[in-house]
């Protein structure tokens, strides 16, 4: 089983930054993905970025393109999401999540964090 624990998430205001963390553990992740994806109240659950731990090429939601960053650290097991220029529409519950493939698609990924609270707001 994989536990898959988030931090950081708190309230910034807009046009701020902030840095989310995600460390798992449990099992290896050789060959397997991490991605962030968020969901706001009322709303699906909607990806945000995705990273493969072998050679670490990335994808990102158009929404989010050129103001997240997703990066990783394969001997710490941790993921982290860099978000800068932070928007109203970006607040939301952000969950990490790891996959048996580098996908998008919440449906590839079998294990889920609890998820950390971002919220952007004046």
């Known amino acids: 089983q994989v536990q898959l624990v988030e931090s950081g998430g708190k309230l910034v205001q807009p046009g701020g930054s902030l840095r989310l963390s995600c460390v798992a553990s449990?099992?290896?992740?050789?060959?397997?993905?991490m991605g962030w994806f968020r969901q706001a109240p009322g709303k699906e659950r909607e990806f945000v970025a995705v990273?493969?731990?072998?050679?670490?090429?990335?994808y990102y939601a158009d929404s989010v393109k050129g103001r997240f960053t997703i990066s990783r650290d394969n001997a710490k097991n941790t993921v982290y999401l860099q978000m800068n220029s932070l928007k109203p529409e970006d607040t939301a519950v952000y969950y990490c999540?790891?996959?048996?493939?580098?996908?998008?698609?919440?449906?590839?990924?079998?294990?889920w964090g609890q998820g950390t609270q971002v919220t952007v707001s004046s």
């Open positions: 449990g099992r290896a992740f050789t060959n397997y993905a």
């Open positions: 990273i493969s731990w072998s050679d670490g090429n990335t």
């Open positions: 999540a790891a996959a048996g493939e580098y996908s998008s698609r919440k449906e590839h990924y079998d294990y």
